[in-house]
C-alpha cells in the first residue's frame, strides 16, 4: 500500500469537496453541503489512506441529509 507523504492536504480535501459537492447538490442548498461536506471530512480525514474519501464522505452527507428531513 502506498501513500505519498508529501501531498498537501488541503489541496486533498478542496478536490474531495469539489467532487462530493456536485453530487449532492439538488439534496440540498450550497451552504448545507458544505456544512456537512466538512463535518463528514473533519470525522473521516484522520485517515492516511484517502482513495475511498469522497465515496464516504458523499455517504456520510446522504445518511445525514435523510435522517435529518421529514418524511413526505
Keep these: 500500500m502506498a501513500t505519498d507523504l508529501h501531498v498537501d492536504p488541503t489541496v486533498d480535501r478542496l478536490e ?3 467532487s462530493v459537492r456536485t453530487r ?3 439534496l440540498a442548498d450550497g451552504t448545507t453541503l458544505d456544512t456537512l461536506i466538512g463535518s463528514a471530512l473533519d470525522e473521516l480525514t484522520p485517515a492516511t ?3 475511498y474519501l ?3 464522505v458523499e ?3 446522504r445518511d445525514r441529509i435523510r435522517t ?3 418524511p413526505a
Design 16 to 18: 474531495v469537496v469539489d
Design 24 to 26: 449532492l447538490a439538488d
Design 49 to 51: 489512506v484517502t482513495t
Design 54 to 56: 469522497p465515496i464516504l
Design 59 to 61: 455517504r456520510r452527507v
Design 68 to 70: 435529518e428531513s421529514p
